[in-house]
């Protein structure tokens, strides 16, 4: 049973969607690259997943007139909502939710992570930093499994979590150079203690055992989540695989390069080119068929 009507219907309905569809395609770097592998109706759907928070994002991080916070409460109130207003997101969110019975707790975890970054910029260990890439990251991944259809196993949403928690561990390590930039360390402060390390030494960047040591650290850590998440591709549904496996080889390949740079990753953004990423989506696809 539908948790609400759907708001709007026909070519308002279509709009929002196209709209969606547009902000997916021109801002999401690595998710477009498995969600085009999806049948069109999930694509739909899954984009108009991305575009709400991407602007939980945009508010968060963006240079946004008016409070960020009050734009976050009134975009968490909209989450329960059936009208509108004039956004153009919200109608197909509203749309996709229902469909799929997507239950409103996560929205508002991954509101409570966006929030968290208006005032927390440090994470004192591992336990604190896993709450904010949960809320943040796993929050998606279990929109995601619903979109995809999946088993409704405990296993499957537990799964997902983990898949997520990758994937946000490895966007800090990518990003790890912008964060130090912008006065931002998503590493946890114990460690680096336990390293012998310091802020300072992740601003310098020197090459150091030390150093290199962390770094290898945080990798493997990111690639045990991987590893427990690995049975997540059979609870979905079928036809939702190849996204799943595209996403994910396009995520475990950017921790490879991470891995690859060492503390260079300090210093430059790790990447992955767009003939990287259509490769391994292409070669995703090509073994989903044979």
């Known amino acids: 049973m539908s948790e609400f009507p759907s708001p709007m219907q ?27 592998l999806l049948p069109p109706e999930k694509r739909r759907s899954m984009c108009a997943m991305y575009a709400f928070f991407r602007y939980c994002d945009d508010v968060s991080d963006g240079d946004v ?5 009050d734009l ?17 997101i919200l109608p197909a969110f509203y749309d996709a939710k229902t469909k799929h019975a997507i239950p409103s707790q996560y929205f508002h975890s991954m509101i409570d992570g966006v929030e968290t970054d208006l005032c927390k910029s440090r994470y004192a260990n591992f336990e604190e930093l896993y709450r904010y890439c949960y809320c943040v990251a796993s929050t998606v991944g279990l929109v995601c499994v619903y979109v995809y259809g999946f088993d409704q196993s405990p296993e499957a949403l537990q799964m997902a979590e983990w898949r997520g928690i990758a994937f946000q561990l ?23 203690i336990q390293h012998g390390l310091s802020e300072q030494d992740l601003i310098c960047g020197r090459e150091a055992s030390a150093l290199r040591d962390f770094l290898s650290f945080q990798v493997a850590r990111a690639q045990d989540f991987y590893s427990r998440s690995s049975g997540l591709e059979a609870r979905v549904d079928s036809g939702s695989r190849s996204s799943l496996q ?11 390069k991470v891995s690859k740079m060492g503390v260079t990753v300090l210093k430059k953004r790790a990447r992955l080119s767009t003939v990287e990423k259509l490769r ?8 989903s068929k044979s």
């Open 72 to 88: 976050l409460r009134q975009w968490r109130a909209s989450i329960e909502g059936n009208d509108p207003g004039n956004s153009q």
């Open 10 to 36: 026909g070519s308002e309905l279509d709009a929002s969607y196209r709209y969606c569809e547009k902000i997916t395609k021109e801002r999401a770097k690595n998710f477009f690259y498995g969600i085009r």
């Open 280 to 287: 391994l989506a292409g070669k995703t696809l090509l073994g």
């Open 246 to 256: 595209a996403m994910t080889s396009i995520y475990q390949a950017l921790l490879q």
């Open 65 to 69: 007139a008016g409070s960020k916070a």
């Open 170 to 192: 490895t966007n800090i390590l990518r990003d790890v150079s912008e964060d130090l930039s912008l006065g931002r360390v998503y590493l946890p402060q114990d460690e680096l």
